[in-house]
C-alpha cells in the first residue's frame, strides 16, 4: 500500500507570494492533517479534514488555508508568504475515529521564502 | 504548561545496548492516547508505538517498548538491542479526547545517536 504523498519535496518562494502544498493521503484514510516543523516552534497543528470538512484548526493566521477533496487528497495553501513560514511542511492521514488510530506522515515539503 | 515535555534534547548509546527515551505529559482528560514517532535526517515521521491511557500491559513493538506510568504521567520509550539506523529525531506525542479533535500534541524531540 503506498504511503502519504506529499507533493513537491522542495520549494523556494519569496516574501509575498503565496504557495500551494499537495498530499495524496494512503488509500482508504479519510483524515488528513497538516503540521509545521520548524527548529523553534517544533511541531505545530495547523488543521484537520475529514470528509471534505474542516474539523480543527491549529493557532495560525487565516494566510494558512486548506481544503480536501472527494477523493481525500488535500491541499494547503499559505498567502502572502512571509520569512518566518519556512518550514517542513508535513501532512498526515488516519484510518479511523478511534483514539488509537496513529497518523501516518509523508516525506513533508521543505519550504524556504527568501 | 507544556503538555509534552521531552528533557533529553540529545542521546547517545553504544550499538547493541538498551536506551530509555524520557517523555512525561500533562492533561486533565481520563481517555488519551500516547505515540512515538521517529524522525530520521530524510524528515518522515515514523510511528512506533501506541499506548492508551485505559491500557493495563505496557505496549511493545519490536525492539520498541512503552514504560507508562500513568499516575507519575508518564510514557519512556525503551529501545532494545540498538542498531545503527535507530540515530534519529524521537518525538513524544498525545492525542487527547474533547470530542472528535484527532490532532497530536508534540514535545520537542530527542536526537538519539547510537555509537558502533
Known amino acids: 500500500k503506498a504511503g502519504v504523498t506529499q507533493t513537491p519535496r522542495y520549494l523556494i518562494k519569496t516574501r509575498g507570494q503565496q504557495v500551494t502544498l499537495s498530499c495524496s493521503p494512503i488509500s482508504g484514510h479519510r483524515s488528513v492533517s497538516w503540521y509545521q516543523q520548524t527548529p523553534g516552534q517544533g511541531l505545530q497543528f495547523l488543521f484537520e479534514?475529514?470528509?471534505?470538512?474542516?474539523?480543527n484548526k491549529g493557532n495560525f493566521p487565516g494566510r494558512f488555508s486548506g481544503r480536501q477533496f472527494s477523493n481525500s487528497r488535500s491541499e494547503m495553501n499559505v498567502s502572502t508568504l512571509e520569512l518566518g513560514d519556512s518550514a517542513l511542511y508535513l501532512c498526515?492521514?488516519?484510518?479511523?475515529?478511534?483514539?488509537?488510530?496513529?497518523?501516518?506522515f509523508g516525506n513533508g515539503t521543505r519550504l524556504t521564502v527568501t | 504548561a507544556q503538555k509534552i515535555t521531552q528533557t533529553q534534547p540529545g542521546m547517545f548509546v553504544q550499538e547493541k545496548e538498551a536506551v530509555t527515551l524520557d517523555c512525561t505529559y500533562d492533561t486533565s482528560d481520563q481517555s488519551y492516547g500516547l505515540f512515538w514517532y521517529k524522525q530520521p535526517s530524510s524528515g518522515e515521521m515514523i510511528f512506533l508505538i501506541y499506548q492508551g491511557s485505559y491500557d493495563e500491559q505496557n505496549a511493545t513493538e519490536g525492539r520498541y517498548s512503552l514504560n507508562f506510568q500513568k499516575a507519575r504521567k508518564s510514557a519512556n520509550l525503551v529501545i532494545s538491542a540498538s542498531q545503527l539506523g535507530d540515530s534519529a529525531m524521537y518525538f513524544c506525542a498525545m492525542r487527547e479526547n474533547p470530542g472528535s479533535a484527532r490532532q497530536l500534541t508534540f514535545g520537542s524531540g530527542t536526537q538519539l545517536t547510537v555509537l558502533p
Open positions: 498526515a492521514s488516519s484510518l479511523g475515529q478511534l483514539n488509537n488510530s496513529p497518523l501516518h
Open positions: 479534514y475529514f470528509s471534505e470538512t474542516q474539523r
